[in-house]
């Protein structure tokens, strides 16, 4: 089986859709990621997030965006932000019923990006462009 046949069999396009669906419903209520959200529309950010996860599962390749360590650079996001984020998407696979081998692969992938996208400081992160500010919520009380 290739793996394309392998992606389609684990639910394809339409499960990435309804996971981020509920995923980004999630985030855009919670009261700390939400604040990196402030100024993109939802259905972009879902619309990204279903072409990435395409390609990087095995599908076909649309995604056009950037790396995300390169996405996320202008971004403090501590250990807890990522952990809360986390759960919200083990959340959101359930509500779905994901497949147990996509929400695996999907686990995997997004825990190896946890070295490059978490940050002990704000030192730590650069701005994508002069006039644009680094992303730096503390956690709401």
Not at 73 to 82: A, D, V
């Amino acid at each position: 089986m290739n793996k394309l046949d392998e992606f389609n069999r684990i639910g394809g396009r339409e499960s990435l859709i309804a996971i981020n669906k509920v995923f980004y419903d999630k985030v855009y209520k919670h009261p700390w990621l939400k604040l990196y959200f402030l100024d993109i529309p939802q259905q972009h950010i879902e619309d990204q997030q279903v072409d990435f996860m395409q390609k990087v599962l095995g599908g076909e390749n649309l995604y056009v965006g950037k790396a995300p360590p390169i996405a996320h650079n202008h971004m403090f996001i501590p250990e807890e932000l990522f952990d809360v984020r986390k759960q919200l998407l083990i959340d959101s696979f359930e509500e779905v019923g994901t497949h147990p081998k996509m929400k695996n692969k999907w686990l995997n992938l997004d825990e190896s990006f946890r070295r490059v996208l978490v940050k002990k400081s704000v030192n730590e992160c650069q701005r994508r462009f002069a006039s644009e500010a680094i992303l730096n919520f503390a956690k709401p009380k």
